[in-house]
Every structure is written in structure tokens, then in C-alpha cells.
């Protein structure tokens, strides 16, 4: 049994070695009778036999492979053509460039991209001229792939070809090729995108403002402001991006006034732009979308005032706290969070009680990171709420303090309903040191719960008032929790030592 388990396991394995020393070239002799079977199989009747016969070819990389690839860019089958295509591309010799630039007429589009590809690939003074071809081909991804390739190229023609088809009112690539000319360095680019900008179509308007962008031109920025009121939403909305990227002050006043634009992706990307410059200008039409019908619209507006970090900021986003959209709420809280302003703590504490996690453990995270900042009278405030996480924070926020003020509030926390604050403040008022707390925590190792009583035992250790070993041995006498004792022993221990 255990052997035919073996052999199971071990056949795959062979399998799989000679399905994979098939696809890599043998060495010497065996290499050379490999290559030829290959080129054999690349005659076969069946489609599957000939495409893997074209795939293996590339590997070999020998140019005696040229011819018959050549050949089988013309079969019937489109997967054998495209392993054809790549295979040539992996060949490393001039004479491959005729054959890929055939690849180009292929009758399938994608076959014609992979064409493409490997041309970029190959510095021969032939592929400019047939590239150029391609960017007048029916398909857009063709186009596209031919436009790229140029704008990565340092041959002068494919910047003179790109210019050229650029200039042609008729060309269906001038989006592509204004994504090219993107980051060409030449003083006729500039012009000749802002030129574009009033184009026909929309797509061209949208790449060419997109281009001028990236390429945070100035020159561009009064017809930018001019395109914040085209008629297309996608065109408007990347102008008000382009704007954003340029972070000039002039932009500022028609950015607000595209806050009101009927489209809400266009009021998010003019939001976005008014976030990069930080303009006080925009503080007032910032805050008054957070009253957007959108939620979206009202949550990047909550992301931009955040970066404003001032004052008059916080009731808006305190407002935003009561936000219908949860995200927006822990939006805003996190922001407000990272802020030390006292007007946030109570509203931050209500969100506590949200019944979605989302928003719940977002506010937790925040009253956390800024535990310490948070005022005593707040704190003493925060003891008396419902939900027994805000009190158990308001705890550790008073151990952090250790201020007189803060001492009471302790005590107070110790006869707290729920056993994690009472055990929270007993181990709160260890740390304080402080012989006053030694009666309270007395009477803590009387506690329902056992956790409490072994935090109180260890606290009364820890101040190590003589008036504590009276209770502490009775708990080591009487107390059922075999942990409670051995820690109230401890503590005994800590005491006489001192």
C-alpha cells in the first residue's frame, strides 16, 4: 500500500520534469536534433503542436528559425501567429524587422500590439516608418501601443511623427499621441497641446489636458481655467486635476467656483485642487459642501478641511461627525483625533456608542493615540458614560495625568459597574504610589471578580503601606482563587521588604 502511495506521488513529479526540460533547449547535439523537431512539429496539421512548435522556436534564438516563423505568420490560426510574433521578438538579428513589420497587417489586433512591442524593443532605422504606419490603424489599442512606444523612443522622427499626426484634425490617435508628447521636451509641445484643448473630441480635450498636467505647464493654466467649463464632465473634471498639479494662486477663485458644478466627480477634482494649494479663500466654500448631496462629494471636501488644521475647521468637522455616510464619520473623526482641540473629546466619545464597528474602532484608534492630551474635567466627565470602553479609556487617560485632580475620579472608578474599569483603576491607583489609595484597594480584594482582587492585591504591593497586610493575609487565608492568593502573597512579601 505504502508503495503504490510512492509511486502516485512520484509519477507527476516525472511529468511535470519532462513536460519542463521540452520547453528548454537541449545542449549539443541533442539541442540541435530538439530545434529540428521543432521546426517539423511547426508543419503539423494540428493547431496546438504548431503554436507550441512557434513558442519553443524563441528559445532557441537561432536565426535559421527566421524563415519558417516568417511563414507561419500567415497560418490560420491566430495563436500560432502570435507565438510566431514572439518568438521573432526574441530572435537577436536584423532580419527579424521585415517579418514583425509584416505582423503589423495582422488581421488581429492584438497580435498587431505584440507587433509593436517587439519592434520598441529593436533599434533598426526601419521600425520608425512602420510604427508611424500603426498609428493610423483601425483599432485604438493598436494606436495607443504605437503612440507609447514613440514617446519612450530617442529617434528624432518619432517625435517629428507624433507632432505630425498631432497637427491632423482627422487622426483618430491624437489621444493617444497627446499621452505620448506628455513628457517630450520641445518648445512646440506646449503650444500645440493648449491648441488641442478645443478640440472636436472629447477624449482628445480630456488626454490633452491631462498631458498639460503632468506636465505642469504655465502657459497652460488660462486655457486649463477656460476648460473648467467645458461641456463634457470628464474633460471639466481633469482640467480642475490639471489645475490642482500646477498650484497656481490664480486657479483658486474659478476652482470655488467649480464647487458648484452639477457634476459631483467634477466638485471632487476642483475639491482635490483647492486641497493642493491650501488657499484661505476656499476655507468657507470647503466647509459649506459638507452639506453636498453627495457623500462623496462631502467626504473629500472632510479630507481637504483636514489638511487645513485650523481653528475655525473643528465645529464644521465636529458637524461631520453626525455625517448619514459612516465613512465620512470616521473621516472626520480620525481627523479630529489628530488634533488637540478640547471641543472634539466629548463628540468624539459619543461616536462610541455607534452601532457600526466601522466608525466605533476608528474613533477608539484616534481617543487612544491622543489619550494623553486629553483635559481631567473631560476625563471625570467621560467616567459617567453608558458604554463601559469609554470609561475604561477615561481610566488610563486619568493614570497617564497623575494629578491630584485626578486621584477622586480613581476612587470613583474603583466601585465602577463593569470588573475591566474597576480592574483598570486598581491597577491605575498602584502605580500612583500613594498610601491614600491603600483603604479603597482594602476593600477591593473583596470584589466580585477575581481580576480586580489580583490587581488590588498587587497594587497594595506596590505602595507598600503596612496597614495593607492586615487584608492582604486575610485574602491569602480566605480568597477561592488560587491566583488571587499566590498574588496577595507576593505582595505580603513586598511589603516586609520594604
Known amino acids: 500500500m505504502k508503495e503504490s502511495k510512492k509511486v502516485g506521488i512520484i509519477i507527476p513529479i516525472i511529468i511535470s520534469i519532462i513536460l519542463l526540460i521540452g520547453n528548454v533547449p537541449a545542449s549539443g547535439d541533442a539541442r540541435e536534433e530538439s530545434f529540428k523537431r521543432e521546426l517539423q512539429n511547426l508543419k503539423s496539421k494540428d493547431d496546438y503542436i504548431r503554436s507550441q512548435a512557434a513558442k519553443n522556436l524563441g528559445n532557441y534564438q537561432d536565426p535559421r528559425a527566421i524563415a519558417p516563423l516568417t511563414a507561419a505568420l500567415r497560418d490560420e490560426d491566430w495563436v500560432v501567429r502570435e507565438n510566431a510574433i514572439e518568438a521573432l521578438g526574441m530572435i537577436k538579428d536584423p532580419r527579424v524587422v521585415p517579418s514583425l513589420i509584416m505582423a503589423l497587417k495582422d488581421q488581429d489586433m492584438y497580435n498587431r500590439r505584440n507587433a509593436i512591442w517587439r519592434l520598441g524593443n529593436i533599434q533598426d532605422p526601419r521600425v520608425i516608418p512602420a510604427l508611424a504606419t500603426a498609428l493610423k490603424d483601425k483599432e485604438e489599442i493598436v494606436r495607443q ?10 529617434d528624432p522622427r518619432a517625435l517629428e511623427a507624433l507632432i505630425a499626426e498631432m497637427k491632423d484634425g482627422r487622426s483618430p490617435a491624437r489621444a493617444a499621441v497627446a499621452k505620448a508628447l506628455t513628457y517630450k521636451k520641445d518648445p512646440r509641445i506646449g503650444r500645440l497641446l493648449i491648441a488641442a484643448l478645443k478640440d472636436g473630441n472629447p477624449e482628445v480635450r480630456w488626454s490633452v489636458a491631462n498631458a498639460l498636467g503632468e506636465r505642469k505647464d504655465t502657459t497652460a493654466l488660462d486655457p486649463l481655467i477656460g476648460a473648467l467649463k467645458d461641456p463634457v464632465p470628464y474633460v471639466r473634471g481633469q482640467a480642475a486635476t490639471d489645475l490642482g498639479s500646477i ?4 486657479a483658486v477663485d474659478p476652482l470655488i467656483v467649480t464647487l458648484k458644478d452639477p457634476d459631483p466627480s467634477v466638485r471632487e477634482r476642483a475639491i482635490w485642487a483647492l486641497k493642493q494649494m491650501k488657499d484661505q ?3 468657507a466654500p470647503l466647509i459649506a459642501l459638507l452639506k453636498d448631496p453627495e457623500a462623496r462629494v462631502r467626504g473629500t471636501a472632510i479630507m481637504a478641511l483636514g489638511d487645513y488644521q485650523d481653528p475655525r475647521v473643528v465645529e464644521p468637522l465636529i458637524t461631520a461627525l453626525k ?36 466608525v466605533r474602532d476608528r474613533v477608539f484608534q484616534v481617543l487612544w493615540d491622543k489619550i494623553d492630551s486629553l483635559p481631567v474635567d473631560s476625563l471625570k466627565t467621560l467616567l459617567k458614560y453608558d458604554d463601559m470602553s469609554v470609561r475604561w479609556i477615561a481610566v488610563i487617560a486619568l493614570g497617564k495625568n497623575k494629578s491630584r485632580e485626578t ?11 463593569d470588573s475591566y474599569v474597576r480592574k483598570e483603576a486598581a491597577a491605575t491607583l498602584g ?3 500613594d498610601s491614600r489609595a491603600v483603604i479603597p484597594l482594602s476593600l477591593a480584594l473583596k470584589d466580585t471578580s477575581a481580576s480586580v482582587r489580583l490587581k488590588a492585591a498587587w497594587a ?5 503601606n503596612k496597614r495593607a497586610v492586615r487584608p492582604l493575609k486575610m485574602a491569602v487565608k480566605y480568597d477561592k482563587d488560587k491566583d488571587v492568593k499566590e498574588a496577595a502573597q507576593r505582595a505580603i512579601e513586598k511589603i516586609s521588604r520594604k
Not at 247 to 250: I, L
Open 145 to 154: 501601443s504605437a503612440a507609447e512606444d514613440f514617446g519612450h523612443s530617442q
Open 247 to 250: 498650484q497656481d494662486n490664480r
Open 281 to 283: 479663500r476656499a476655507l
Open 323 to 358: 455625517d448619514e455616510d459612516l465613512f465620512n464619520r470616521a473621516q472626520a473623526a480620525g481627523i479630529l483625533g489628530k488634533w488637540k482641540d478640547p471641543r472634539a473629546a466629548g463628540p468624539l466619545f459619543d461616536l462610541l456608542k455607534e452601532k457600526d464597528s466601522i
Open 407 to 417: 486621584f477622586p475620579a480613581l476612587i470613583v472608578a474603583l466601585n465602577d459597574q
Open 431 to 433: 502605580s500612583f504610589e
Open 460 to 464: 497594595l504591593g506596590v505602595i507598600g
